[in-house]
């Protein structure tokens, strides 16, 4: 049984920064790409980032380009999101999600869903 477990979120300053944590058991983390997306109150879930299996292959959404660095690490099959100059509108639940490959998260096929944790990013 897969399960993808996140920790990391909390409340946070405009500018400030976090660091998101998922650690994936169940099958092989090498095999799978893994990625984060987010869903603000009242709107739909969506991408935010993700990394191939290699690491060497990752997209982020335009929103977080240039703030946002996902990576992951196979020794702890943990991925990471670190999030940087956090802005009021990145306040969101975010969960981490493994699949198939970068294309497919960012098409948002996933396969298996962590629990969600919470970010807040006050002005």
């Known amino acids: 049984q897969v399960q993808l477990v996140e920790s990391g979120g909390g409340l946070v300053q405009a500018g400030a920064s976090l660091r998101l944590s998922c650690v994936a058991s169940g099958r092989p983390f090498s095999s799978y790409a893994m990625g984060w997306f987010r869903q603000a109150p009242g709107k739909e879930r969506e991408f935010v980032s993700a990394v191939a299996w290699s690491g060497l292959n990752t997209n982020y959404a335009d929103s977080v380009k240039g703030r946002f660095t996902i990576s992951r690490d196979l020794s702890k099959n943990t991925v990471y999101l670190e999030m940087n100059n956090l802005k009021p509108e990145d306040t969101a639940v975010y969960y981490c999600?493994?699949?198939?490959?970068?294309?497919?998260?960012?098409?948002?096929?996933?396969?298996?869903w962590g629990q969600g944790t919470q970010v807040t990013v006050s002005s």
């Open positions: 999600a493994e699949g198939a490959n970068v294309a497919a998260l960012y098409k948002s096929k996933v396969d298996y």
